[in-house]
């Protein structure tokens, strides 16, 4: 399975839409979600869609939107407002199993290759 997305470069304020397609699997992820590392940072949750529910951290929560076409295994991160701080590489995953927390790392088992983007200020 691999997982694609991606980025840019976007002025402060702009909006963004990163997409995350997977390829080489024929069922469906139970969920999939976003993480970020700045540099010199810990990876950071950012978003996450399982089943009928989304889940956001904290420091995206009203700016960003994550949606998830199942049929496609096919995950979407529409991020507006856009601040400096969300420079970062942006890593789509996806994960087999129905687990917690969602906000984990460790329970997702299949992850892009990163994508970067850029806030500029």
């Known amino acids: 399975v691999q997982l694609q997305a991606g980025g840019g470069l976007v002025q402060a304020g702009g909006s963004l839409r990163l997409s995350c397609a997977a390829s080489g699997r024929t069922f469906r992820f139970s969920g999939m979600g976003w993480f970020r590392q700045a540099p010199g940072k810990e990876r950071e949750f950012v978003a996450a869609?399982?089943?009928?529910?989304?889940y956001y951290g904290d420091s995206v929560m009203g700016r960003f939107t994550i949606s998830r076409d199942s049929a496609q295994n096919t995950m979407y991160l529409q991020m507006n407002s856009l601040k400096s701080e969300d420079t970062a590489v942006y890593y789509c995953?996806?994960?087999?199993?129905?687990?917690?927390?969602?906000?984990?790392?460790?329970?997702?088992?299949?992850w892009g290759q990163g994508t970067q983007v850029t806030v500029s200020s």
């Open positions: 995953a996806a994960a087999t199993w129905l687990s917690t927390p969602v906000r984990s790392d460790h329970i997702y088992d299949y």
């Open positions: 869609v399982w089943g009928g529910s989304t």
